[in-house]
């Protein structure tokens, strides 16, 4: 079970930093990623990390943006938001497979475990 936290209100411009917490299961060896979906559009991808090789991949919205990391020991991986803009308002899930090859960013991808979601919102 993934739970996501650290969604809410920001200001345009402003930084957040969303948290998925693995229970019932260890992330080692696990790809992670993060997507979202906003109000009348299907889910995309936003950011993913493979398993064993740890490569990186973003949405070319958010590169240079985003950060995506991760914690093992706390069964944790996180979604650091820079320079937010009122078009990254959107529900973000956090999901994991394992394993987990590029390309990763595609909800094709059959991840194992999803998170219910948390809700960001920028104003302007």
């Known amino acids: 079970q993934l739970v996501e936290s650290g969604g809410g209100l920001v200001q345009s411009g402003e930084s957040l930093t969303l948290s998925c917490k693995a229970s019932?299961?260890?992330?080692?060896?696990?790809?992670i990623a993060w997507f979202r979906q906003a109000p009348g559009k299907g889910r995309e991808g936003v950011s993913c990390?493979?398993?064993?090789?740890?490569?990186?991949d973003y949405a070319d919205s958010v590169k240079g943006r985003f950060t995506i990391s991760r914690d093992d020991a706390k069964s944790t991986f996180y979604l650091r938001m820079s320079d937010l803009r009122p078009e990254d308002t959107a529900v973000y899930f956090c999901?994991?497979?394992?394993?987990?090859?590029?390309?990763?960013?595609?909800?094709?991808?059959?991840?194992?475990?999803w998170g219910q979601g948390t809700q960001v919102t920028v104003s302007s």
């Open positions: 990390e493979t398993s064993y090789d740890v490569i990186a």
């Open positions: 999901a994991a497979r394992h394993p987990l090859y590029m390309p990763c960013l595609s909800i094709d991808a059959d991840y194992n475990y």
């Open positions: 019932g299961t260890s992330l080692d060896y696990y790809g």
